[in-house]
């Protein structure tokens, strides 16, 4: 089994900085993307960044410019910097890992349990 565990969500105000941490821990040989989504109660989660073994990177849209994703491949750690921070990016932040749990077999997902993000004056 692979666990992800979240932390640094928190209350900010606008214009103001986060630091999302996740660690993957657990039955790993290898992970392939690491990524952020985001939900909103009631609505689909969303994706907010990917990054990739290789350490390339995808941003969704509404966050180019402002937020960068980052990995610790040695710690398992995948991290979120959220700069400008804008009201509507209040939502509650999960981590998702892609896992081979043993050399050679398939990747799978995993998910963290979430970590809410306020962003409010």
């Known amino acids: 089994q692979v666990q992800l565990v979240e932390s640094g969500g928190g209350l900010v105000q606008p214009g103001g900085s986060l630091r999302l941490s996740c660690t993957a821990s657990?039955?790993?040989?290898?992970?392939?993307?690491m990524a952020w989504y985001r939900q909103a109660p009631g609505k689909q989660r969303k994706l907010v960044a990917t990054i990739y073994s290789g350490d390339s990177t995808e941003y969704a849209d509404s966050v180019k410019g402002r937020f960068t994703i980052s990995r610790d491949n040695a710690k398992n750690t995948v991290s979120l910097q959220m700069n400008g921070l804008k009201p509507e990016d209040t939502n509650v932040y999960y981590c998702?890992?892609?896992?081979?749990?043993?050399?050679?077999?398939?990747?799978?997902?995993?998910w963290g349990q979430g970590t809410q993000v306020t962003v409010a004056s």
């Open positions: 657990g039955s790993i040989f290898s992970i392939n993307a």
């Open positions: 998702y890992a892609k896992v081979s749990s043993v050399q050679g077999s398939d990747y799978y997902g995993y």
